[in-house]
């Protein structure tokens, strides 16, 4: 008897454990999760005011935005025109306090990206959880790059 007194709190504590562990999964992948709002749509691009830039140079755009959560998002920035080029070695504000605000991301044209006309897709990657993530896409507003050499080539 003793034996089975044993191996029925163990099958009960086994039943409660497992009902807590799938609570917190459904909990974790359906509680509607707020992250950042961002507006006008699409981004404006403040720098060059022109929208022409050359290769190697930076281009800046603007947003307004409302942060919900101090969960430290992924950036992805990509230049878009037919093909997807990943930028790097863009510079933005970490959002991690909540509240509002106005960003201003500059971001390094690559001296590789060949000239034509692009817009930068942002992707946001909010991991909430374990098993959450949340992701977001944006884009700029439409913008041309030139060739480097195309400066010296109108002198």
Do not use: C
């Not at 454990?17 to 981004?43: D, E, H, M």
């Not at 006309?117 to 041309?144: A, C, D, G, W």
């Amino acid at each position: 008897m003793d034996m089975n007194k044993k191996l029925t709190f163990l099958v009960i504590v086994t039943l409660i454990a497992l009902a807590i562990l799938i609570g917190l999964l459904l909990f974790w992948n359906f509680y509607p999760y707020k992250t950042t709002t961002t507006a006008p749509q699409p981004y404006p691009i403040v720098y060059p005011e022109n929208k022409v830039v050359m290769q190697g140079n930076y281009i800046s755009y603007e947003f307004a935005y409302e942060n919900f959560t101090s969960v430290l998002p992924k950036v992805e920035r990509q230049f878009v025109d037919g093909i997807i080029f990943n930028a790097a070695g863009s510079h933005a504000p970490t959002l991690t306090e909540p509240g509002k605000g106005t960003a201003r991301v500059q971001v390094k044209i690559p001296e590789t990206l060949p000239p034509g006309n692009y817009y930068i897709r942002v992707i946001v990657l909010h991991q909430m959880n374990p098993i959450r993530l949340i992701k977001s896409e944006y884009r700029t507003e439409n913008f041309e790059v030139i060739a480097r050499d195309s400066e010296t080539a109108s002198r």
